[in-house]
């Protein structure tokens, strides 16, 4: 559970922890709403550097799941910009989702919003562990800060939910991950297929930095990030179609790498 305390609850993830601070008339309501929805987020081991603490106004405008849903989605975008704001410039922060194999090898598959990123984490992580769906921080040394977040899905044909990962039956997360291979999403082939193309390290390094937090901030960040895939290999893109022909796909890489 959600280390709590005087009302408010803290958050880890991406070697941070950040304090929510839950007010308002609908506080108790909100309040389990959230410890539900970040349980997997409520381990310690996973923070380290304080991030600003997080305001949640539970003030709900009636008592519908609609108005308590957007504000649990809302919480989420603030909670995950907390906690980058104060990991800036000391690690990379892909936009990337990310699973692992029981001895701790991930793969993060680094791709913008509205490319899948959540399907495949929710897929991929019923096979290995959870890491994360939308922000993987790793350190120069390739390894990998858990950020097991609530998912936002659609469920049921009906408006999408922060749903805990326990909820879906994703895998626990490792307590130690380290990252063997970055692969970049996008959803183009014309047909329901997988092809894969792989970059020289010129082209995936300024493919990577277009979707990393901050590069520029980072010391000595385009060598570091040269480095990072001198270890993890070649950079491939994967061009698809639909999430269930490249789920399979990616699976298959992440069990031959390491």
């Not at 001895?103 to 919003?113: D, K, M, T």
Request: aromatic share 4%.
């Amino acid at each position: 559970m959600i280390s709590t305390g005087l009302g408010a609850l803290t958050v880890h993830g991406l070697g941070a922890s950040a304090e929510l601070r839950v007010e308002g008339l609908h506080a108790p309501l909100v309040s389990g709403a959230l410890r539900t929805a970040w349980q997997r987020c409520g381990e310690p081991v996973w923070g380290g550097v304080p991030a600003a603490p997080v305001t949640v106004r539970a003030d709900l405008a009636d008592d519908s799941t609609d108005s308590l849903n957007r504000l649990l989605m809302g919480t989420t975008q603030n909670v995950t910009r907390s906690l980058i704001a104060a990991r800036l410039g000391q690690l990379f922060l892909f936009h990337a989702g990310a699973v692992c194999r029981p001895g701790g090898e991930a793969l993060a598959f680094v791709a913008p919003g509205r490319t899948g990123k959540t399907t495949l984490a929710r897929t991929l992580g019923a096979r290995f562990g959870y890491l994360t769906d939308e922000t993987v921080a790793v350190e120069f040394d390739g390894t990998v800060r858990p950020y097991p977040k609530p998912l936002s899905l659609r469920l049921d044909d009906g408006p999408k939910w922060e749903t805990a990962p326990d909820a879906l039956g994703l895998r626990a997360t490792p307590a130690s991950a380290r990252l063997v291979r970055l692969v970049v999403l996008r959803r183009d082939h014309p047909v329901d297929a997988v092809e894969a193309e792989e970059l020289d390290l010129l082209d995936a390094v300024t493919v990577l930095a277009e979707q990393t937090s901050s590069l520029g901030r980072t010391p000595r960040g385009l060598q570091r990030l040269a480095a990072l895939l001198d270890r993890t290999g070649p950079l491939l893109v994967m061009h698809y179609r639909e999430s269930a022909t490249l789920a399979p796909v990616l699976a298959e890489l992440l069990e031959g790498a390491g």
